[in-house]
Every structure is written in C-alpha cells, then in structure tokens.
C-alpha cells in the first residue's frame, strides 16, 4: 500500500545542535514513504552552510524533488517540498496570505503536486501555516479556494498535508476538517498521535487531510531514536489506498501537462 510522510525537519537542525540533511533521510528512508511533503527546508542559506537540503534528501531517497520557496533573499530560499518517486509533475506553487499591516510575520506558502499512483492521479498540497490563529484562517480559506482545493483539477484523490500549526480544537483545523478527513481520525487509526515537540510531543499540529476516495489503512507518529532528535518534530506516516478512481484534469487553465503555475 502507498505511504504519505509529513515532516517539518526544522531546517535539518536537530534538538542535539547538529545540522544534518543526511539524517533527516535516513529517518525518512526506514519507513520507505512513496510521497514525502517536507516543511522548513533552507536552501543555499549561510546559517545552514550553504546546502541545497531539499536537493540533497531528495537525492538521498531517489526521488524526485519539487520545491517552493516561500522566502527568497539573493540566492537563499526557505521553504517546502514534495518528494517522490512516482511519475509527478508540479502544478502549482504559491504563497499564502499573511495578515495586512503585518509585513514582518514570515511569509508562507504551498505547493501542489499530481502524483500518479497505481494509475490514478492523486493531487498533493503540502503546506506551512502560520503561528497567529487570524493569518492560519485566512490561509486555510485561500486554500479552500479557487486556486487550491477548489480548483476544478483538484479532484478527487486528494491530500493535504503538512505542519498548520493548528491543533484539533482550533477554528483552521475544523475549517479544514468539514472539506476534508484527518487521516488520525480514520476508523482503523486506534488513537491520534502527537508530533510536536520531538523529543517529548504532546501537541497535534502535523497533519494529513484526505479526500472521500482515500482510505487510511495506518497512521502513525514516527517515534524512532533517530527521529526524536533529527528535527524538533516527528514525521507522521499515513499508509492508505485510492478507492475510487476518478479523472483528474491533467491541465490548470492553459497550462500543459506537466506545467508549473508560481504566484509570489
């Protein structure tokens, strides 16, 4: 059955002081994912020694690598990625809604990828929410919106998932939780599971959301030594299977297959 893993690697800077994007791979790599989203990866940034990591873990694991940066200064970039070895193409890649006045908060973004699994076209949207409870709505309404979630070549499958810094009682997660399944609150999950913080996680803030025709088969905290100290939160799997399989539109307005739409 296909995996999904969603990781916020903390700029592959661990709770023991160590930056290492090999690490992070390696943690990634012993659960054998088909999909990776990954959140707070820098590229070619000084405080992390100038590494590619995005390049660098896709590189590691064998896969394909898309990426959005949702910071760019000069040649540095900060942001997310969807990792595969699948047949995928990136569709769409964007930044979200901050609040206005505030042009200080951290810029966030998403990017959105169709990954062919078992022959269907199954739409990714890997995000980063903000820490204010107003800037995380009015992101989850943007990615409810036309241009995301409710674009009409977002079709079924779909899954969206990354770090909303949104806890189960919170308003973005419910928002999100009346378009789309918790995939820790599928009948086989026994019980949901913390991912934050790493070491010691007591809060829900990692999620994946899936679509009606996704059945989640397993989810699960990555709880491994190596991953209570890679990053300052631990990855959560989502083993599943498409159940219904539905045409998705392989085009985004005029954008060919394998076309890439990039709003800044």
């Known amino acids: 059955m296909p995996r999904i893993l969603t990781y916020n690697v903390h700029r592959c800077l661990g709770t023991d002081g ?11 790599a012993a659960y054998e994912p088909d999909i990776v989203a990954l959140q707070e990866l820098d590229v070619r940034r000084a405080r992390t020694g100038g590494v590619d990591q995005a390049h660098v873990i896709a590189r590691a694991l ?3 690598m898309h990426f959005h940066a949702a910071i760019k200064v000069m040649d540095e ?7 595969t070895h699948r047949p995928s193409y990136l569709v769409r890649a964007g930044r979200l809604p901050g609040l206005a006045g505030r042009p200080a908060i951290e ?8 990954v062919n699994i078992g022959g269907a ?5 890997n995000t980063h929410l903000g ?5 995380r709505l009015a992101q989850v309404d943007a990615l409810l919106g036309p241009q995301w979630l409710g674009h ?3 079709r079924e499958p779909v899954i969206l998932a990354g770090d909303l810094n949104a806890i189960p009682r919170s308003r973005a ?16 999950v026994r019980r949901p599971q913390p991912t934050f913080p790493g070491r010691m996680p007591m809060l829900r803030i990692d999620h994946v959301f899936v679509s009606r025709a996704i059945e989640v088969l397993r989810a699960e905290a990555v709880r491994s030594p190596l991953a209570r100290v890679a990053s300052d939160h631990l990855p959560l799997l989502i083993e599943f299977r498409v159940v219904q399989r539905m045409h998705v539109v392989r085009e985004v307005g005029n954008l060919p297959k394998g076309g890439i739409e990039t709003v800044c």
């Open 18 to 28: 160590q930056l290492s994007p090999s690490r992070i791979a390696d943690v990634i």
């Open 62 to 64: 064998g896969m394909q």
């Open 77 to 83: 970039e900060y942001g997310n990625a969807i990792l």
């Open 107 to 114: 810029p966030r973004g998403a990017l959105w990828a169709s």
């Open 121 to 125: 076209d199954l739409q990714i949207v």
């Open 131 to 135: 820490l204010r409870r107003a800037e």
């Open 152 to 154: 009409p070549a977002c």
């Open 173 to 188: 997660y419910q928002r999100l939780a009346g378009h789309l399944s918790d995939a820790q609150a599928a009948p086989h």
